[in-house]
């Protein structure tokens, strides 16, 4: 028997029709059910009847997870499934949607393009810190970004940093990001960054109030090796991997940046483009001059 499994956070009543839904589409499909048990213990009333998981492991063999939510669920079952490139099939029940871009009113119809195949895998890219051991991280990859911030004071941090091996610059700033392409539409995006098509082979080094106001994001290949160097007058700062924060003592200093050698395996309906994302989520064309 197929198995499929489910992840989601944060849901509130307005879901449960469209969460019934979809378990009424699952289980006509036959499919054993594996529910996260944050999830599960969420809505037992819906769950309950389900088998459970807490680690990637026990959920290997799932054709699929589902992640019921924003974006910030995506990116949470994205820790869950890590390093095992499970597909992920994003349900945006929350708010913006860039990742989990099927809505509420579109479900019934992606989940019966989905189970009839009819739909693409698009592999995105991630950023990881290597050589982290001082760190004690153990989810050390990002979807979205790495970020380097200052913590608990307005003063600037500065920040070192060298591309293969060479200087490139010492951002004095309040922090650093490193984004992927599917990070650029992110806090890089918010931050000046620019936008790139999910399939380009880039990374984004983004400035946060940098001092210089000359200094500008750049745009390198995703196979560059990164150094970052960090010095601050406070006792810690902050690293950031998506939505996951570490305060780090400020005797560890150094960071190595890469792209990570596994993917995020979105599934991506057949009609639901990055383009046509950008276009309803960034309010794109939304001018007068373009109607008559």
Same mark, same amino acid.
């Given at each position: 028997?197929?198995?499929?499994?489910?992840?989601?956070?944060?849901?509130?009543?307005?879901?449960?029709?469209?969460?019934?839904?979809?378990?009424?589409?699952?289980?006509?499909?036959?499919?054993?059910?594996?529910?996260?048990?944050?999830?599960?213990?969420?809505?037992?009333?819906?769950?309950?009847?389900?088998?459970?998981?807490?680690?990637?492991?026990?959920?290997?063999?799932?054709?699929?997870?589902?992640?019921?939510?924003? %974006? +910030?669920?995506?990116?949470? @079952?994205? !820790?869950?499934?890590?390093?095992?490139? =499970?597909?992920?099939? #994003?349900?945006? &029940?929350?708010?913006?949607?860039?990742?989990?871009?099927?809505?509420?009113?579109?479900?019934?119809?992606?989940?019966?393009?989905?189970?009839?195949?009819?739909?693409?895998?698009?592999?995105?890219?991630?950023?990881?810190?290597?050589?982290?051991?001082?760190?004690?991280?153990?989810?050390?990859?990002?979807?979205?970004?790495?970020?380097?911030?200052?913590?608990?004071?307005?003063?600037?941090?500065?920040?070192?940093?060298?591309?293969?091996?060479?200087?490139?610059?010492?951002?004095?700033? %309040? +922090?650093?990001?490193?984004? @992927?392409? !599917?990070?650029?539409?992110?806090?890089? =995006?918010?931050?000046? #960054?620019?936008? &790139?098509?999910?399939?380009?082979?880039?990374?984004?080094?983004?400035?946060?109030?940098?001092?210089?106001?000359?200094?500008?994001?750049?745009?390198?290949?995703?196979?560059?090796?990164?150094?970052?160097?960090?010095?601050?007058?406070?006792?810690?700062?902050?690293?950031?991997?998506?939505?996951?924060?570490?305060?780090?003592?400020?005797?560890?200093?150094?960071?190595?940046?890469?792209?990570?050698?596994?993917?995020?395996?979105?599934?991506?309906?057949?009609?639901?483009?990055?383009?046509?994302?950008?276009?309803?989520?960034? @309010?794109?064309?939304?001018?007068?001059?373009?109607?008559?």
């Amino acid at each position: 028997m197929e198995s499929i499994a489910i992840h989601g956070r944060g849901l509130t009543a307005t879901s449960l029709p469209y969460i019934k839904k979809i378990t009424s589409i699952i289980d006509q499909r036959g499919l054993n059910v594996f529910v996260s048990e944050t999830l599960k213990k969420d809505l037992p009333e819906i769950f309950d009847h389900y088998g459970s998981f807490r680690h990637a492991d026990e959920i290997k063999n799932c054709m699929a997870i589902l992640s019921l939510g924003g %974006d +910030g669920t995506l990116l949470d @079952t994205l !820790t869950l499934v890590g390093v095992l490139q =499970l597909p992920i099939l #994003g349900i945006n &029940l929350g708010r913006l949607g860039f990742l989990a871009t099927i809505s509420k009113e579109q479900v019934e119809q992606a989940l019966i393009c989905f189970f009839n195949g009819d739909f693409e895998i698009e592999k995105r890219s991630l950023v990881q810190v290597v050589g982290s051991d001082d760190l004690l991280i153990e989810k050390n990859y990002a979807l979205n970004e790495f970020a380097i911030l200052r913590k608990d004071t307005s003063s600037m941090i500065v920040v070192k940093s060298y591309l293969n091996g060479e200087f490139l610059n010492t951002y004095w700033a %309040d +922090g650093l990001m490193v984004a @992927t392409p !599917t990070g650029s539409t992110g806090y890089s =995006l918010s931050c000046g #960054g620019p936008v &790139l098509m999910p399939n380009t082979s880039n990374l984004v080094i983004t400035p946060v109030s940098p001092h210089n106001l000359n200094v500008r994001p750049l745009v390198i290949p995703d196979n560059a090796k990164l150094k970052f160097e960090v010095e601050t007058r406070d006792l810690s700062f902050l690293i950031s991997l998506d939505s996951r924060s570490h305060s780090i003592d400020n005797q560890i200093h150094s960071f190595e940046i890469q792209k990570a050698d596994f993917f995020a395996n979105l599934v991506k309906i057949k009609g639901d483009t990055f383009i046509d994302t950008l276009r309803t989520k960034l @309010t794109w064309g939304l001018d007068k001059r373009n109607y008559f």
